[in-house]
Nanobody, 122 residues
Framework: QVQLVESGGGLVQTGGSLRISCQAS????????MGWFRQAPGKEREFVAA????????NYKNSMKGRFTISRDNAKNTVYLQMNSLKPEDTAVYYC???????????????WGQGTQVTASS
């Protein structure tokens, strides 16, 4: 069993940056691939980025490449999402998830956090 808790969300101006975090419980954090997904009001949940257990492999939604960076610190049981040049359309609840591969499908993840709200506004 893995418990995930996101933090770091908030209100940021358009064009600004924000780093959100996800802290995992348990001793086997490095055995899980970690993903970030987001869901805006009235829209389906969408894939953002994922990273393999040891951090050697990453996967991004094409529209996020160059603006978002996923990373992890296995010593701290934490995965991060650095978001730059934020746009109003990035406004959503961001969820982290733990799974067995860097899949872009939510079906590839077994454990989910409760989400953290990110709002980009001018």
């Amino acid at each position: 069993q893995v418990q995930l808790v996101e933090s770091g969300g908030g209100l940021v101006q358009t064009g600004g940056s924000l780093r959100i975090s996800c802290q995992a419980s348990g001793r086997t954090f490095s055995s899980y691939a970690m993903g970030w997904f987001r869901q805006a009001p009235g829209k389906e949940r969408e894939f953002v980025a994922a990273i393999s257990g040891r951090g050697f492999t990453t996967n991004y939604k094409n529209s996020m490449k160059g603006r978002f960076t996923i990373s992890r610190d296995n010593a701290k049981n934490t995965v991060y999402l650095q978001m730059n040049s934020l746009k109003p359309e990035d406004t959503a609840v961001y969820y982290c998830a733990a799974g067995t591969s860097t899949s872009s499908s939510s079906n590839g993840y077994d454990y989910w956090g409760q989400g953290t709200q990110v709002t980009a506004s001018s």
